[in-house]
């Protein structure tokens, strides 16, 4: 039997380039509909890029090309529409040999299409949430199963980890439905003058450290059920393809990029209201000066994430505004992280510490050495301007295959960060403060911001009288 292509890691796919060299030239070479410049693929006709996908009995599609086609055609098509054309481009294969050469076709090409279908329910399980698609594979995995017994346990195989996969999506959705409800009753309780919430972070857990690992052990997990298609989904604001629908099978639960989105926001405003809640200064001193600390570990970890949420928190203007309360606070080390995150120059200083950190995971010995939780919002704003800056198809109708080779190069260094394991031991206690706690709304922050320093201007005082 041969032997299948080898499948690098996510991390080692997209040289600097942009995309592995030389790798293109198997088949058609400027003809069938695909233009290439110096072994590049640059673009092509829909139809033959789909064609391209489609292995045969002397090709099998590098993993590059792979990953970048099913994680951009779907702003063509639909998987399901995709998934077909694939099931109809291998019938045909098989019906245009000889019959008497109908097991050697099948011998060649089955571990081949086999091996596409492992790398696209791996890659892209939520695709299979679509009954239709379900409908498409298991069809084209029992031709494949009918020529050979071990194929067919291959074929269970596959299914098997694929319904594994849906029943673990589908548990995270559930469990962040729970939390989600769970936190906005909260906030709506909180819209009136706010009550001290009795327990505070310090008390549940009084070392920066552990917090900044509970931290990233949210980050992590929520980051590891963002599907890649989410952020080509995102692109798609109008709705020609019911996209909600192919997404989440009955189009209610919410998507997993929104919810980590949520999170961050979450995280913001637990900062606030920790820091506003205590009636002394002195008390709000030490809160302010602990979530710096947290911040700095977090930083040390490589959670960017939680750490620019802690900083956003920081600046919201309630806080911001408790001069006397600041007048207390050691700022040297803020002001550093501040520096760090600096939103000027394109967050050129972030930039900077997201590469090291990058680099450190690259050649990293230990599961913590490995972990790079991106700035979200940044990184969802860099793939925004890429696909808005640049067209998607060309003027001759041909698909921009540059313009994905580059999307596809920026969300595989996304995945590789999202399959780090959190080293880090789980606290439930602290897990289940920081997801649930309920946090002060805009209103209920500022209240207790003026009842803790009083207005200062007109502007703040028409403020306070209204809120109370």
């Known amino acids: 039997q041969e032997r299948m292509p080898q499948t690098p890691p996510f991390a080692a796919m997209f040289d600097s380039s942009g995309y592995n060299r030389n790798l293109y030239q198997s088949k058609e070479d400027n003809c069938g509909g695909l233009y290439y410049q110096d072994n590049n693929l640059l673009s092509g006709s829909l139809e033959a890029l789909i064609q391209h996908l489609v292995p045969s009995v002397d090709y099998y599609p590098d993993r590059t090309y792979i990953f970048t086609f099913l994680l951009s055609s779907r702003l063509f098509m639909h998987p399901y529409e995709l998934m077909a054309r694939v099931c109809h481009l291998c019938t045909e294969q098989q019906r245009l040999s000889e019959p008497c050469l109908d097991k050697n076709w099948l011998r060649k090409t089955a571990p081949k299409i086999l091996q596409l279908l492992t790398e696209w329910t791996e890659t892209f399980p939520s695709d299979f949430r679509d009954e239709r698609m379900m409908r498409n594979l298991k069809e084209l995995a029992h031709r494949i199963a009918r020529g050979d017994e071990m194929y067919g346990k291959k074929v269970q195989q596959l299914l098997k980890t694929l319904v594994r996969k ?62 890649p298609e989410e952020f080509v989904q995102a692109f798609v604001q109008k709705d020609p393809l019911d996209n909600d629908k192919r997404c989440h099978g009955d189009g209610k639960k919410p998507q997993n990029l929104q919810a980590y989105v949520e999170w961050f926001n979450r995280l913001s405003y637990l900062v606030a209201t920790e820091i506003c ?67 000027s120059s394109n967050f050129c200083n972030y930039r900077t510490a997201l590469r090291g950190a990058t680099q450190r995971s690259l050649t990293a010995h230990s599961s913590r050495e490995k972990i790079v939780i991106p700035f979200f919002s940044l990184l969802i704003k860099d793939i925004y301007f890429l696909n808005e800056g640049c067209a998607s198809r060309l003027p001759n109708g041909h698909v921009n295959f540059e313009k994905f080779w580059e999307l596809a190069k920026q969300v595989s260094e996304f995945m590789a960060w999202k399959q780090v394991e959190c080293p880090f031991q789980r606290d439930r206690k602290v897990l289940q403060y920081l997801l649930t706690v309920p946090v002060f709304s805009d209103d209920a922050l500022y209240l207790a911001s003026y009842e803790s320093e009083s207005p200062e201007n007109h502007i703040e005082k028409d403020r306070w009288k209204t809120l109370r």
Not at 185 to 212: E, F, S
Not at 294 to 306: Q, W
């Open 166 to 227: 849906l029943a673990t999506v589908g548990q995270y959705e559930e469990v962040l439905a729970a939390i989600n409800a769970t936190s906005t009753d909260h906030l709506l309780l909180l819209k009136t003058k706010p009550q001290p919430i009795q327990r505070d972070i310090i008390t549940v857990c009084n070392d920066p450290y552990v917090l900044a690992q509970q931290l990233t052990h949210i980050e992590l997990e929520r980051l590891n059920c963002i599907g």
């Open 277 to 343: 809640m205590p009636v002394k200064k002195k008390q709000r001193a030490r809160v302010i000066e602990y979530f710096v600390d947290v911040a700095r570990e977090c930083f040390n970890i490589g959670n960017f994430n939680s750490l620019m949420a802690i900083i956003s928190g920081m600046n919201m203007s309630p806080v911001s505004r408790l001069k006397k309360t600041w007048a207390k606070v050691k700022t040297d080390k803020f002001d550093i992280l501040e520096h760090q995150m600096d939103p």
